[in-house]
């Protein structure tokens, strides 16, 4: 068990769908991150929340929304994806918050794949 | 640009065995930091050394840093099986309001019963 848990694992759909990926923690984290993971390149920085409040978008295409309703909730709004969209969406949160580089605790990842 | 750039790419050794993983980096950072990927997956947090640490233990790990030549080694002593997964380095660095941390294309273990 992991402290941060996503939902769903897998995820198929097509180009013109809308589907969320959801992401919940139960550390009592006060930040909050999106990450894209593609084969045999680095983890990608998406999105970051501090204290709910989004601090950071790393030039995410407007095809992808994050919502953050609470300090221990994040989705991520999926809208007509591109077939390089397709990858492991990994969740993840830390203590400290954004504001200091800590260890962080991650999700197991939504397996994404875009038809 | 890519901060932390592990290697090698890919490790191959045999149960019992030491394995060593390194990491390089560009730029002046607060911490480093190692983490764990198993197949399927999200990422573990192994270990962080702060840069005015040289090294650091735990269990089976140490990782030894050396900001002069902005570069890290992680050892896993006397390997097991359960120790094949894929491991990354991540630079954190402070950036005024917000921080970052900056992943690795990561190395690939592979441990041999």
């Known amino acids: 068990e992991t402290g941060v848990t996503q939902t769903p694992r897998h995820l198929v759909m097509g180009m013109t769908n809308k589907k969320s990926l959801k992401c919940e923690q139960h550390l009592g984290h006060n930040a909050m991150y999106w990450y894209k993971q593609s084969a045999k390149k680095p983890l990608e920085l998406m999105f970051v929340y501090n204290f709910k409040e989004q601090t950071e978008n790393n030039s995410v295409p407007s095809r992808f929304s994050p919502e953050c309703p609470n300090s221990s909730h994040l989705f991520l709004h999926l809208h007509t994806l591109q077939p390089e969209d397709s990858a492991l969406y990994l969740c993840a949160s830390s203590q400290e918050g954004a504001s200091f580089p800590g260890p962080q605790h991650f999700g197991d990842g939504t397996r994404l794949s875009i038809l | 640009s890519q901060q932390g750039e592990e290697d090698p790419q890919a490790l191959s050794i045999q149960e019992g065995e030491n394995a060593t993983m390194n990491c390089s980096y560009k730029?002046?950072?607060?911490?480093l930091q190692w983490y764990r990927q198993n197949s399927g997956r999200g990422l573990v947090h192994l270990i962080l050394i702060r840069s005015n640490e040289r090294e650091k233990h735990s269990g089976r790990l140490r990782v030894t840093l050396d900001t002069s030549k902005k570069s890290s080694s992680l050892l896993i002593t006397a390997s097991r099986a359960a120790d094949t997964a894929s491991y990354f380095c991540a630079t954190g660095i402070f950036t005024g309001a917000n921080s970052k941390l900056t992943f690795g294309k990561g190395i690939t273990l592979s441990v041999r019963p």
């Open positions: 730029t002046s950072i607060n911490n």
